[in-house]
């Protein structure tokens, strides 16, 4: 059964070229055409908002017929409406929930996050209750929590109960999201916090947490700060950078992280030296030589989390637009990510680029960028590779 008897909807032409169905019906592959239709539609969202109704109608008519349907075709539909925000797809989430998991994928977790919390966490808290699943579904779950932040306040004794199992982690991080309403876990993240209780790599996240949800910023900026000091566990950086000017006694040692071998810690500990101190000046160029124009997208670089950065200081990060600009007009930006989410890290890379552009020169985003100058474009050569741009550039 076709997802669409009438005829696919049209995808952009940057999704269409990576998703060209159409042949796999032509070269007699039926199956593989639906796959393929199946993940873009999934990580569609907003772009096939025009045809809604069309897929809300696909969506209806497979409920009816669920039994003879595979589970992936409902799936497609129902995460293709979930991605617009659209409620129509809440009868596809019920039924897929009935045979759970409901997901297994963080970002499809990001694309559930679309949906009101209030409307979704009904059909998530009875999976929520049971013993903690396998270990992706888990994280997923815990993922689309952590999304809704404050909203998904109903969930926290749910979330409590992930503490002192392998997703301690990912719990922790959804009530610090939460904030306030999570107050009520505030002696058990002291606890973590301390190393009273849980491993000690938890401690970092845990005493975030508590701040989170106490107001109380002791405890982070204790155990933040002796991480960060140590010259060794730079996983305190970003709590640091949450904290901000309250931070100030460690914006030493932050500094001397910018000059770190490791481009995450360079990105982290300028990110968090701009925040406490409100000084762009060292910061913006350990930022800008990370944007790599040539980033294919593979996690090992911090190449997104830069090109925030760099937008959240504004204006006095003007130096970065053209690079900027010049990568959010290429055809193809990003070539590792795995089919499943190709569109998806596509989209989420346009939109920081689009978001830092406004706030550094607004108004830039829409016009044609010329290419970069040849300082800012890694050449063809041994020595280009991670740290080539940042090397250039000093």
Not at 1 to 8: T, V, Y
Not at 22 to 35: D, H, L, Q
Not at 68 to 82: C, D, G, I, M, Q
Not at 282 to 292: C, I
Request: aromatic share 6%.
């Amino acid at each position: 059964m076709s997802l669409f008897p009438a005829g696919p909807p049209a995808i952009a032409p940057r999704h269409r070229s990576r998703w060209d169905y159409r042949r796999s019906w032509a070269a007699g592959r039926p199956a593989a055409a639906i796959r393929q239709a199946g993940r873009a539609l999934t990580q569609a969202g907003p772009a096939l908002s025009a045809h809604a109704d069309r897929i809300a109608a696909s969506l209806k008519k497979r409920l009816g017929l669920f039994v003879r349907v595979s589970r992936h075709e409902v799936a497609a539909v129902t995460f293709a409406l979930a991605g617009m925000g659209d409620l129509r797809a809440l009868p596809g989430l019920q039924r897929l929930a009935q045979d759970p998991p409901l997901t297994y994928n963080r970002a499809h977790a990001r694309i559930l996050a679309a949906l009101p919390a209030v409307e979704l966490l009904p059909t998530l808290l009875p999976g929520l209750r049971r013993e903690p699943d396998q270990y992706h579904t888990s994280t997923s779950m815990l993922e689309l929590l952590a999304a809704w932040g404050p909203a998904a306040a109903p969930a926290v004794p749910e979330v409590v109960r992930y503490l002192g199992t392998p997703y301690a982690y990912d719990a922790l991080r959804v009530l610090g999201r939460i904030g306030p309403a999570a107050a009520v876990a505030a002696s058990r993240l002291a606890s973590y916090a301390t190393g009273r209780q849980g491993p000690g790599h938890l401690r970092r996240r845990a005493a975030w947490a508590h701040w989170r949800v106490t107001g109380d910023p002791t405890l982070a900026l204790d155990v933040c700060g002796v991480a960060v000091r140590s010259g060794t566990a730079a996983h305190g950086l970003p709590f640091l950078a949450g904290l901000g000017p309250l931070a100030a006694a460690h914006a030493d040692a932050v500094r001397g992280l910018m000059e770190s071998p490791g481009a995450w810690t360079r990105v982290a500990a300028a990110h968090a030296y701009r925040r406490i101190t409100g000084d762009p000046e060292p910061a913006v160029p350990v930022l800008l030589a990370e944007v790599d124009p040539v980033w294919t997208g593979r996690p090992a670089m911090p190449v997104q989390e830069a090109v925030r950065h760099l937008g959240e200081i504004g204006a006095q990060a003007a130096a970065a637009a053209p690079l900027l600009g010049w990568i959010l007009a290429q055809e193809e930006r990003l070539g590792h990510p795995f089919d499943s989410v190709r569109i998806l890290a596509d989209t989420a890379y346009v939109r920081t680029l689009t978001e830092a552009l406004q706030r550094i020169a607004p108004g830039a985003a829409g016009s044609v960028p010329a290419p970069p100058s040849k300082e800012l474009v890694p050449v063809s050569s041994p020595a280009a590779g991670p740290g080539f741009l940042r090397r250039r550039l000093r």
